[in-house]
């Protein structure tokens, strides 16, 4: 099977220069829905789902590859080697702004830029560094999941999502993440909140921008901080979003940010 048929890669746009997002956990490419539209009159735009994802084939999973990053970052490359596409502007949300950094770092010549959404390289503290979970509540998190996920689907995803006076928000991130394969959501969600790629932001070479909420209970300010001191050359944007999915709750700020560091 080809990989752009695997990841359910779809390509929209009239420009020459590309945007290719990444979601999230429990994510699809659906989530880029408020975001597209203000792109797709300049520029070249690929939308696709991870492997384990919305409509991405599901028999393609393997535990021995996706419960590392690298393997959903050479999936990355593959897509963009398949298209013919180099100089692509990467947009990942949370685990995904990692995702591009390391397929970033492997094949530099295919990526002109790099923006990340509510990133973070570790959710658990560490001594000085704050990643806004304790080893013990991470773990907590993910037993939880474990024994029940649809459970864990409906209560998380609304303290995730933040914005308790838009309830509708929270609903729609629990709906997808209801949807997604339980035992693919186990491993997605510990690859995510058991990595620690700190040490690979010193080697991120392609321009860089980091948008932050204001407040987020996943990705604290803190998080984009320490990135931005860590990333050369990179931008931090702080922004009076809140939450961790700015991308469907401030679509407008979101979609402003990222033009401005474009132009």
């Known amino acids: 099977m080809s ?37 797709e009159a300049d520029y070249k735009i690929v939308l696709f789902d991870h492997v384990g994802a919305g409509k991405s084939d599901l028999s393609a ?26 100089q692509v502007i ?12 390391l397929a970033s770092i492997k094949a530099p010549r295919l990526f002109a830029s790099l923006i990340m959404v509510a990133p973070s390289p570790c959710y658990i503290n ?10 013990t509540q991470i773990e907590e998190l993910l037993e939880a999941l474990d024994s029940n996920h649809l459970g864990w689907s409906v209560s998380m995803a609304p ?7 838009r309830p509708e928000l929270g609903e729609e991130l629990a709906n997808s993440f209801c949807q997604t394969d339980p035992a693919i959501a186990r491993e997605f969600a510990r690859t995510t909140f058991l990595t620690d790629k700190r040490n690979i932001l010193s080697s ?4 860089t921008l980091i948008l932050q ?42 979609i402003a940010a990222i033009k401005e560091f474009l132009s």
């Open 213 to 254: 909420c204001s407040s987020d209970v996943i990705a604290p300010v803190a998080v984009g901080e320490y990135m931005q001191q860590h990333i050369p050359g990179s931008q931090l944007v702080v922004m009076n979003a809140t939450g961790h999915c700015p991308n469907l709750s401030a679509p407008a700020e979101t």
């Open 159 to 165: 303290v995730i999502m933040g914005n308790a006076d």
């Open 61 to 86: 999973y393997a535990s021995d590859k996706y419960t590392k990053l690298e393997g959903y970052a050479d999936d990355i490359i593959a897509m963009l080697e398949a298209l013919h596409m180099e």
């Open 90 to 101: 990467f947009v990942g949300h949370s685990v995904s702004a990692m995702i591009g950094a």
């Open 126 to 135: 560490d001594g000085d560094y704050i990643g806004g979970f304790s080893h």
């Open 3 to 39: 990989v752009l048929k695997r990841n359910n890669v779809t390509v929209r746009g009239k420009g020459t220069r590309v945007i290719l997002l990444a979601h999230g956990f429990g994510c699809d490419q659906h989530m880029w829905k408020y975001i597209t539209p203000a792109f």
């Open 204 to 207: 991120i070479t392609t321009p």
